[in-house]
């Protein structure tokens, strides 16, 4: 019933998780995140049939405020851009995701 | 000079004039400078900043004289933030080389509150990165050792804050507990630990690791001084939603469970005979014991292991290297490791077998724990299997370092508050301690058992060499 982590998958979720992998860590994880998998999967033993899934412990709902810009957490513009290693004419500067295609 | 324990005999002090503001701070960054090369509980000493406050202090003191204390009741009582907590112009890493040269353009509500109410900031301190770890060791500034035996790691992941609290480097320290973060380190470093009910003290400004876990805590020497903090940074925010002020009402006479489930197989044997002992003291003290049973909770660090890095994956998924920090090649393994194994089980095929599930044996979990408290006010356990072990001992095993937050799993999923107090030293010098858990917001009662345990021993008086 153990779900193996192969090197191939472990390639596959680094991907999604856009994380690079040398081919020594891609062993080194699937092999180390199998034997996690493979204990935490223990919890298909405890029947959950009459019970919902929960993240909330306090039982808090529907927190709401005035819908008004509180401007003593605001960033101006300078703020914003005052980190980033790459920007042009106060704009973030990143790399391109579409590409033109020469006709 | 001679540092104060707490900030009760600190603030004497101040008053009756035994020393300055600025001679106190001096004494702290005189100690940090000669002990914490070996150490390496800071990642940033603010010295700078440190003094320009109690430049500030010193002269208030002079026109005002004690009623300076009614402004800001914690004048001049130092501290040390872990790196996870923004500070506005200091630079803030989280222990990770991602965010090595990051200064945030604002603080955190915490550091707010303190500054506000006196607090002296003296450093930001080492942690595991990103909050990710047990014993302090996957830092990307290298390993805070434990100041009372140098081979052994320190607890993590805020490894620093309880080192410099053990070492008198800061009076007190903020940590973050997702599973044991601050009750842990706090735990091997022979001090006091407060992971508060969750929802309890605003995030805002805190590196988040997983939101559905995520406390701030509090460490210091004595019970009362995480008392006096924890009513500081405690109370509702408009910058973070998830903060509500819960209501308890406390019982006069407090019978303290004893989970069988956690005094079984796999705890060092010192510690077992350690809380054994304790129970009999605290039973002297007056409080009624009671063995229950919490069958469900040996399966709290699987739920763990499974919504954490789920939760993990997605709050580490804003770290482009466009708007700060650098790119996610910085990423260190244990990050890495995380933000996978939460990508896999939230993955398409998988999020019902693990994710899901998970979700619903915590369900399960904490209506078996608010059951308990119709029977009993407070549970004891263990704060973690082991005290302090050798640094490199499971560093190359993740799964057996996972397992190093067993016992601090199960206030983590259900959000109760739970505090770790120092209770004893084992054979080789090693601090040994208990924990104490309670229904959500009933940290009242966890202070008073403790300051009223720690009026009648001395293991928080010991302090390691310098």
């Given amino acids: 019933m153990s779900d193996k982590l192969s090197q191939k998958k472990v390639e596959y979720i680094a991907k999604l998780s856009k994380l690079e992998n040398s081919k020594t860590e891609e062993e080194r994880f699937s092999r180390q995140l199998t034997k996690i998998i493979d204990y935490v999967g223990s919890l298909s033993n405890v029947d959950t049939s009459e019970v919902g899934p929960t993240n909330n412990t306090t039982g808090l709902q529907n927190i709401s405020r005035k819908d008004v810009v509180d401007k003593s957490h605001c960033f101006n513009q300078s703020e914003s851009l005052s980190q980033t290693k790459s920007k042009s004419k106060g704009y973030f500067k990143v790399e391109a995701i579409f590409e033109q295609k020469d006709e | ?466």
């Fill in chain 2, 1 to 466: 000079m001679k540092l104060p324990l707490d900030i009760k005999e600190n603030k004497e002090n101040l008053i009756e004039k035994r020393y300055s503001f600025t001679e106190l701070v001096d004494t702290y960054l005189k100690r940090i400078r000669k002990s914490d090369k070996r150490i390496n509980s800071f990642i940033t000493i603010t010295e700078k900043a440190a003094y320009d406050r109690v430049r500030f202090f010193d002269k208030e003191i002079v026109s005002k004289g004690s009623k300076i204390f009614d402004q800001y009741p914690l004048a001049g009582v130092v501290v040390s933030h872990k790196d996870m907590f923004l500070t506005k112009g200091i630079k803030t890493t989280a222990g990770s080389k991602v965010l090595s040269d990051y200064i945030p353009a604002y603080s955190s509500t915490v550091v707010e509150k303190l500054e506000k109410a006196g607090c002296i900031l003296i450093g930001k301190t080492n942690q595991d990165a990103w909050g990710h770890g047990s014993s302090g060791e996957n830092s990307d500034f290298g390993p805070t050792k434990n100041p009372w035996n140098e081979k052994m790691v320190s607890g993590g992941s805020s490894s620093g804050s309880a080192a410099a609290v053990s070492m008198q480097f800061s009076m007190i320290a903020t940590g973050t507990d997702t599973c044991g973060s601050v009750r842990v380190p706090a735990n091997y470093c022979g001090i006091v630990g407060l992971k508060p009910t969750y929802g309890s003290v605003s995030r805002y400004g805190v590196i988040a690791m997983a939101s559905s876990l995520d406390s701030i805590g509090h460490m210091a020497k004595t019970t009362e001084d995480v008392e006096s903090v924890f009513n500081i940074t405690k109370g509702v925010d408009s910058k973070d939603a998830n903060v509500s002020k819960g209501k308890f009402i406390r019982e006069n006479n407090p019978v303290i469970g004893i989970p069988k489930e956690f005094f079984v197989e796999g705890l060092d044997s010192q510690i077992k005979d350690n809380i054994e002992k304790n129970i009999k003291l605290l039973g002297s003290l007056g409080y009624k014991f009671k063995e229950v049973s919490l069958p469900l909770t040996k399966n709290a660090i699987s739920v763990y292991y499974i919504i954490m890095p789920a939760e993990v994956s997605s709050n580490l998924a804003r770290y482009d290297g466009i708007r700060y920090g650098n790119k996610r090649t910085s990423f260190s393994e244990e990050a890495k490791r995380r933000i996978m194994l939460g990508s896999y089980v939230l993955s398409s095929g998988y999020i019902d077998k693990y994710y899901l599930k998970a979700a619903k044996v915590r369900n399960k979990i904490i209506k078996e724990i608010d059951r308990v408290f119709n029977d009993v006010d407070m549970l004891i356990a263990p704060v973690a299997p082991t005290t302090a072990f050798l640094l490199g001992e499971k560093s190359n095993d993740p799964l057996k370092m996972y397992l190093n937050d067993i016992y601090a799993a199960t206030a983590s999923i259900t959000g109760i508050p739970a505090i770790s107090i120092p209770s004893g030293f084992t054979k080789d010098g090693m601090p040994i301690g208990f924990q104490i858990m309670g229904p959500r917001f009933s940290e009242k009662i966890l202070f008073d058992l403790g300051k009223n345990y720690q009026e009648n021993t001395t293991h928080h008086l010991e302090v390691p060499s310098l």
